[in-house]
């Protein structure tokens, strides 16, 4: 592990694929300014393009604690950031009441005190770690609504928060920051000036090699190639939801399982479930379709091959 951070572009780059990250430039850079301006990275997306692993990963490769807040609609303060322990404090009143030797005054302070408050992710952040600050990953931001989104904004700004019986509680040195969104709503303009923004997209038929490659080895390269190209034909139809890098690299192991040698169109249907989620996109590839676009990969890649 290594607390300190890179240097420049090529050691983020470095850094990532130790971990078993393949990120190219744009990403890297995206990470590297973040790092290094001390702005929060905003990654927006389609889901399973792998915004959510650029977090763990570099939480991993820099030794730092992940921090996950998981957004959803209703989100609140209580949630969030933190609540204080009812059932405690009642047994503190009971047994101050019991005992006789507490003023109203002194059990106030005593009951609103820190030992009786409950940090949620974004106040855990805020506190020092001895590996160095930790990384904050806000994920799914356009999941939450939109006052939850003000107040993160609030936060982020200072990387402070109050508490109103305690006063305010401020990071020494803020927590490296990472946002995602599946863009299921567009988020506020004022949120994404203040971080540094990166849309990552799908990855080229190159780089979604190498991640098969790395996270799943015992796939033939054949197969591989055949599984990648024809994942990137799919993505180029109408579908609910196009499969990301995640179901690639889950069908390949899929396939791997079935002693598919190659991709054909029995293999094909009785694992399409592992790459398709929904039942309409499942239909869109029944019958012809589907080996229409294999048909395509495969001729491409004669055609490639033959020209080497």
């Not at 990654?43 to 650029?54: P, Q």
Request: a negative charge; charged letters at 25%; one cysteine or more.
């Amino acid at each position: 592990m290594n607390s300190h951070l890179p240097e420049n572009v090529p050691e983020v780059i470095s850094l990532l694929r130790k971990e078993g990250y393949i990120a190219d430039e744009s990403i890297a850079t995206a990470i590297f300014l973040s790092l290094k301006l001390g702005r929060p990275l905003f990654l927006e997306g389609e889901a399973g393009v792998g915004k959510t692993e650029v977090a763990k990963v570099l939480a991993s490769s820099l030794g730092r604690q992940l921090i996950r807040l998981q957004c959803y609609e209703g989100l609140d303060v209580a949630s969030a950031v933190y609540e204080w322990n009812y059932q405690a404090q009642m047994i503190q009143i009971r047994l101050a009441e019991a005992s006789g030797n507490s003023t109203q005054k002194n059990l106030e302070q005593d009951i609103f005190s820190e030992k009786f408050l409950i940090e949620r992710p974004i106040l855990q952040a805020l506190r020092p770690q001895p590996e160095g600050p930790p990384i904050l990953l806000v994920d799914e931001l356009d999941r939450a609504d939109e006052p939850f989104e003000a107040f993160l904004l609030e936060a982020l700004s200072d990387f402070q928060i109050s508490v109103p019986e305690i006063g305010t509680i401020a990071a020494d040195i803020p927590p490296i920051v990472i946002l995602t969104s599946n863009r299921t709503r567009e988020i506020h303009d004022a949120l994404k000036r203040r971080c540094i923004y990166h849309w990552l997209d799908y990855p080229s038929v190159e780089r979604e090699l190498e991640i098969l490659a790395e996270k799943a080895p015992n796939t033939p390269l054949e197969l591989s190639t055949q599984i990648v190209n024809f994942v990137h034909k799919l993505r180029s139809l109408d579908l609910f939801k196009a499969p990301g890098v995640a179901e690639t690299i889950d069908w390949a192991d899929a396939l791997v399982h079935l002693n598919a040698a190659e991709l054909d169109p029995t293999a094909i249907s009785n694992s399409i479930g592992v790459l398709l989620k929904y039942q309409d996109d499942i239909q869109k590839m029944s019958g012809t379709e589907a080996k229409r676009l294999l048909d395509e990969v495969k001729a491409e890649l004669n055609t490639v091959s033959s020209n080497v």
